[in-house]
């Protein structure tokens, strides 16, 4: 699978951004799929997933209530609308596939990363 993410750019405080990732190559919809970011100087960390069908999702709880995962398995796209921005979530984001993503964190396909940064 090929993972392309996009989006990404400068946001204020409060704002809002939506990041896509287009999945090629393979059947989208047998796989997990999933958002995870690293801030500079800091370990890549989890950010969402969402499962196959898109029935089951997971956040972390830092942008829990304010980011939102979905797919459109007819477009081979997954999103991640990010609201009430916070400096914080600034990162690289990078999307993933797996199809062993959602249940066991297992996800053996990456995007190359849009950077999010958000200022004060």
């Known amino acids: 699978v090929q993972l392309q993410a996009s989006g990404g750019g400068l946001a204020q405080a409060g704002g809002s951004l939506t990041l896509s990732c287009a999945a090629s190559?393979?059947?989208?919809?047998?796989?997990?799929m999933g958002w995870f970011r690293q801030a500079p100087g800091k370990e890549r960390e989890f950010v969402a997933a969402i499962n196959w069908s898109g029935v089951s999702i997971y956040y972390a709880g830092s942008v829990k209530g304010r980011f939102t995962i979905s797919r459109e398995n007819a477009e081979n796209t997954v999103y991640l609308q990010m609201n009430s921005l916070k400096p914080e979530d600034t990162a690289v984001y990078y999307c993933?596939?797996?199809?062993?993503?959602?249940?066991?964190?297992?996800?053996?396909?990456w995007g190359q990363g849009t950077l999010v940064t958000v200022s004060s």
């Open positions: 993933a596939a797996g199809q062993n993503g959602y249940t066991f964190g297992r996800y053996d396909y």
């Open positions: 190559g393979r059947t989208f919809s047998n796989y997990d």
